[in-house]
Nanobody, 126 residues
Framework: QVQLVESGGGLVQAGGSLRLSCAAS????????MGWFRQAPGKEREFVGAITKRLGIAVTYYGDSVKDRFIVSRDNTWNTVYLQMNSVKPEDTAVYYCAAKSNIYDNRSPSEYNFWGQGTQVTVSS
């Protein structure tokens, strides 16, 4: 069983930056695909980004709405995955969730992920 704990959320002005962290415990962190999702009130959970490791190289994937602004990275030494949010916009306001899965299928689908954190609120003011 994997436990995930997000941190780093808060209030940020539009155009600013914020870094979210997700600490994992209870599993073999390096073997998991790690994903970030977000959910705004009244909306479906949205894929933000994911990071895997194929042939020893970390491969990243991004949602269209955050591509070129957000960066996902991982530190297997500290069992932590990060989401660097740059040039944030009011529409980035949401609860951000960290998730983990062991399979290699459809990194963008929340239904493929086995483990979830409790979420951290990010609010972007205009």
């Amino acid at each position: 069983q994997v436990q995930l704990v997000e941190s780093g959320g808060g209030l940020v002005q539009a155009g600013g930056s914020l870094r979210l962290s997700c600490a994992a415990s209870g599993g073999t962190f390096s073997s998991y695909v790690m994903g970030w999702f977000r959910q705004a009130p009244g909306k479906e959970r949205e894929f933000v980004g994911a990071i895997t490791k194929r042939l020893g190289i970390a491969v990243t994937y991004y949602g269209d709405s955050v591509k070129d602004r957000f960066i996902v990275s991982r530190d297997n030494t500290w069992n932590t995955v990060y989401l660097q949010m740059n040039s944030v916009k009011p529409e980035d306001t949401a609860v951000y969730y960290c998730a983990a899965k062991s399979n290699i299928y459809d990194n963008r689908s929340p239904s493929e992920y086995n483990f979830w954190g409790q979420g951290t609120q990010v609010t972007v003011s205009s």
